[in-house]
């Protein structure tokens, strides 16, 4: 029902900013959540940031006052600005939307960042 593309991604050095988007398009009918994950190799997918219920926003501790998470909804985007970036925020970052009956991943865009 819906696909979901996310960009941006790169080679940065310790320091600097990234801003990843990520645009859906079809059916979003009930949409409840949209988030961001990582995951690095050997590691597990998890979570970064995200809009849950009534639009609240939601940080892990190793990104917080470093990353936000918005949207635009006219767009139907959402976008993850990343500033001070460390070499440990290195993985893949995948974008997700889903409702209590559809969940979708977009294919992940790497984020390289060099000490």
């Known amino acids: 029902q819906v696909h979901v593309v996310e960009s941006g991604g790169g080679l940065v050095q310790a320091g600097g900013s990234l801003r990843l988007s990520c645009a859906a398009s079809?059916?979003?009918?009930?949409?409840?959540?949209m988030g961001w994950y990582h995951q690095a190799p050997g590691k597990q997918r998890e979570l970064v940031a995200d809009?849950?219920?009534?639009?609240?926003?939601i940080y892990a501790d190793s990104v917080k006052g470093r990353f936000t998470i918005s949207r635009d909804n006219a767009k139907n985007t959402v976008y993850l600005q990343m500033n001070s970036l460390k070499p440990e925020d290195t993985a893949v970052y995948y974008c997700y939307w889903g409702s209590s009956t559809w969940g979708s991943w977009g294919q992940g865009t790497q984020v390289t960042v060099s000490s």
């Open positions: 079809g059916s979003m009918f009930g949409i409840n959540f």
């Open positions: 809009f849950g219920t009534g639009g609240r926003t």
